[in-house]
């Protein structure tokens, strides 16, 4: 037997474990989950540490990174590691909750909305007599230790993790409705209802349903849910998804944003590692979803990092200067997504990236320590080119034009906080939409929440899911042709000129 040393600050704790072993197991074995964006092949760097004693020569991967990587190391005996200390989350997005009353709220005195996102899990605890907030909280999904997107989960599943992915959920949210009630005076308490929302791998690793249909093509959903389930000690709906890749989260911001008004068009767009947009048009609902990957929640990007003290999170150009902003007003130690695209928008405005992308050099953020390379560039381009090609073939798969469109909300945590001129200055979203862009917040949440505060919506949510049309983007020519116009930084205007 042989042992690991394991130190975090001022923490030092022993893992035992056979010779030899893949160091990012014998951390999990010890409870110790570390972040890997890349799903543990190396790429992205995120897990670099500090590695001594009987480990494997570095590898390639491992080299050029300049460092150890925790997903690429073996331990050939006893070893120590020491990791970064643990930052928490601070900008988790609960926010954007729409008037909801009890009016036929699900049964019990507590109940609690959830929303299980692909990076952050979001929990309300409402009292269904009052139906007033009692408390919230935010936590980063633990499944993010196995792989930032929805697929690489999909393929952790199948090699054997799904309990361990699912274990992790439900742990993290239990612990969060013990701290809402706690924190509210009410611990002992017990929450009796909950819905829980998500896209739709979200919810098949909590049910425990088997992921191979999400695996593989045609990407057919065999559960698209819309059904009641014993979870948390209580009784939870889980509200209905339309297809393998438009989830329950975004039926539920649907729902909450009150897009599907009647004699309007409107546009809903959720932009997350994976992207979900919704088009509401002569009383049809047209849904996609846009594999965005992770740069947009700081991942893959070489300085990017959550929503945590310290991360950029505004960049503007002052006077021809690059000026920024971090959230806690803290020392910079990253670069999170609205930052990202903040940081695109300034370099593009000074002339230091042209509209191919191509920069001369690192962009350096002046006095922060954080720059970006070529590679961020490119990994920026690819998510915003697959937002914005979506958007523009879901408008044209519904005869909709730009000017059409009433209202676009743009949901989710990233939403939540980029600029929109920045947003139409990369050509992320179209400029004739730029003046009619409304953050929402959390959508998703808001959505479950009016749902357990009123039974009687799942009627409405379940005509407008059964009446949607899907619009598939993997394998569409005009997508793909969208897709490789829109890797350029230009808004649409300029580029359809």
Same mark, same amino acid.
């Given at each position: 037997? /042989?042992?690991?040393?394991?130190?975090?600050?001022?923490?030092?704790?022993?893992?035992?474990?056979?010779?030899?072993?893949?160091?990012?197991?014998?951390?999990?074995?010890?409870?110790?989950?570390?972040?890997?964006?890349?799903?543990?092949?190396? /790429?992205?760097?995120?897990?670099?540490?500090?590695?001594?004693?009987?480990?494997?020569?570095?590898?390639?991967?491992?080299?050029?990174?300049?460092?150890?990587?925790?997903?690429?190391?073996?331990?050939?005996?006893?070893?120590?590691?020491?990791?970064?200390?643990?930052?928490?989350?601070?900008?988790?997005?609960?926010?954007?909750?729409?008037?909801?009353?009890?009016?036929?709220?699900?049964?019990?005195?507590?109940?609690?909305?959830?929303?299980?996102?692909?990076?952050?899990?979001?929990?309300?605890?409402?009292?269904?007599?009052?139906?007033?907030?009692?408390?919230?909280?935010?936590?980063?999904?633990?499944?993010?230790?196995?792989?930032?997107?929805?697929?690489?989960?999909?393929?952790?599943?199948?090699?054997?993790?799904?309990?361990?992915?699912?274990?992790?959920?439900?742990?993290?949210?239990?612990?969060?409705?013990?701290?809402?009630?706690?924190?509210?005076?009410?611990?002992?308490?017990?929450?009796?209802?909950?819905?829980?929302?998500?896209?739709?791998?979200?919810?098949?690793?909590?049910?425990?349903?088997?992921?191979?249909?999400?695996?593989?093509?045609?990407?057919?959903?065999?559960?698209?849910?819309?059904?009641?389930?014993?979870?948390?000690?209580?009784?939870?709906?889980?509200?209905?998804?339309?297809?393998?890749?438009?989830?329950?989260?975004?039926?539920?911001?649907?729902?909450?944003?009150?897009?599907?008004?009647?004699?309007?068009?409107?546009?809903?767009?959720?932009?997350?590692?994976?992207?979900?947009?919704?088009?509401?048009?002569?009383?049809?609902?047209?849904?996609?979803?846009?594999?965005?990957?992770?740069?947009?929640?700081?991942?893959?990007?070489?300085?990017?990092?959550?929503?945590?003290?310290?991360?950029?999170?505004?960049?503007?150009?002052? /006077?021809?200067?690059?000026?920024?902003?971090?959230?806690?007003?803290?020392?910079?130690?990253?670069?999170?997504?609205?930052?990202?695209?903040?940081?695109?928008?300034?370099?593009?405005?000074?002339?230091?990236?042209?509209?191919?992308?191509?920069?001369?050099?690192?962009?350096?953020?002046?006095?922060?320590?954080?720059?970006?390379?070529?590679?961020?560039?490119?990994?920026?381009?690819?998510?915003?080119?697959?937002?914005?090609?979506?958007?523009?073939?879901?408008?044209?798969?519904?005869?909709?034009?730009?000017?059409?469109?009433?209202?676009?909300?743009?949901?989710?945590?990233?939403?939540?906080?980029?600029?929109?001129?920045?947003?139409?200055?990369?050509?992320?979203?179209?400029?004739?939409?730029?003046?009619?862009?409304?953050?929402?917040? /959390?959508?998703?949440?808001?959505?479950?929440?009016?749902?357990?505060?009123?039974?009687?919506?799942?009627?409405?949510?379940?005509?407008?899911?059964?009446?949607?049309?899907?619009?598939?983007?993997?394998?569409?020519?005009?997508?793909?042709?969208?897709?490789?116009?829109?890797?350029?930084?230009?808004?649409?205007?300029?580029?359809?000129?």
């Amino acid at each position: 037997m /042989n042992t690991l040393t394991v130190r975090r600050g001022a923490k030092t704790w022993k893992v035992s474990f056979h010779a030899p072993d893949a160091l990012a197991k014998v951390l999990e074995s010890g409870g110790i989950d570390i972040a890997k964006p890349c799903g543990g092949h190396g /790429n992205c760097g995120k897990c670099k540490a500090e590695i001594r004693g009987f480990v494997s020569e570095p590898n390639e991967r491992e080299r050029a990174f300049g460092g150890r990587l925790i997903c690429q190391a073996i331990l050939l005996g006893d070893a120590a590691v020491t990791l970064p200390e643990e930052v928490k989350s601070k900008q988790i997005e609960l926010g954007g909750r729409t008037a909801a009353n009890a009016a036929d709220p699900m049964p019990g005195k507590l109940g609690a909305a959830i929303d299980i996102g692909t990076t952050t899990l979001a929990v309300r605890i409402c009292d269904l007599v009052t139906g007033e907030p009692v408390g919230e909280a935010g936590a980063e999904n633990p499944q993010c230790g196995c792989a930032a997107d929805v697929m690489g989960r999909i393929s952790a599943a199948l090699s054997g993790d799904a309990r361990r992915l699912r274990g992790g959920v439900t742990e993290c949210v239990s612990r969060m409705l013990a701290r809402i009630l706690s924190e509210a005076g009410r611990a002992g308490e017990t929450v009796n209802s909950f819905v829980i929302t998500g896209n739709t791998t979200m919810l098949y690793l909590l049910t425990g349903q088997d992921v191979t249909c999400l695996s593989r093509a045609p990407f057919q959903a065999d559960r698209l849910f819309d059904e009641e389930l014993p979870a948390f000690g209580g009784n939870a709906y889980l509200p209905p998804c339309i297809g393998a890749f438009v989830g329950a989260d975004i039926t539920c911001a649907v729902l909450s944003s009150g897009i599907c008004r009647a004699g309007e068009t409107n546009m809903l767009c959720d932009i997350g590692t994976n992207g979900e947009i919704a088009l509401w048009k002569d009383g049809t609902l047209f849904v996609t979803s846009a594999a965005a990957g992770p740069a947009f929640e700081g991942a893959g990007i070489s300085c990017g990092c959550g929503s945590i003290p310290g991360a950029i999170d505004r960049v503007w150009t002052e /006077n021809g200067r690059i000026r920024f902003h971090t959230i806690g007003d803290a020392a910079p130690v990253g670069l999170c997504g609205s930052g990202l695209l903040d940081a695109l928008a300034a370099f593009l405005a000074l002339g230091m990236i042209d509209e191919s992308g191509a920069a001369q050099e690192e962009l350096q953020i002046p006095a922060s320590g954080v720059k970006l390379t070529q590679a961020d560039i490119r990994a920026a381009q690819l998510a915003k080119a697959a937002i914005a090609a979506g958007i523009e073939t879901l408008m044209k798969a519904s005869g909709t034009a730009a000017e059409e469109i009433s209202e676009l909300c743009i949901a989710g945590g990233f939403g939540g906080h980029i600029d929109l001129s920045g947003a139409v200055r990369i050509g992320l979203i179209p400029a004739a939409l730029g003046g009619k862009a409304r953050a929402i917040g /959390n959508g998703a949440l808001a959505g479950a929440e009016h749902l357990l505060l009123n039974r009687r919506r799942r009627a409405e949510l379940r005509q407008l899911t059964k009446a949607a049309i899907p619009v598939n983007l993997g394998g569409d020519p005009d997508f793909n042709e969208r897709f490789i116009d829109r890797l350029s930084f230009c808004s649409f205007a300029r580029s359809e000129q």
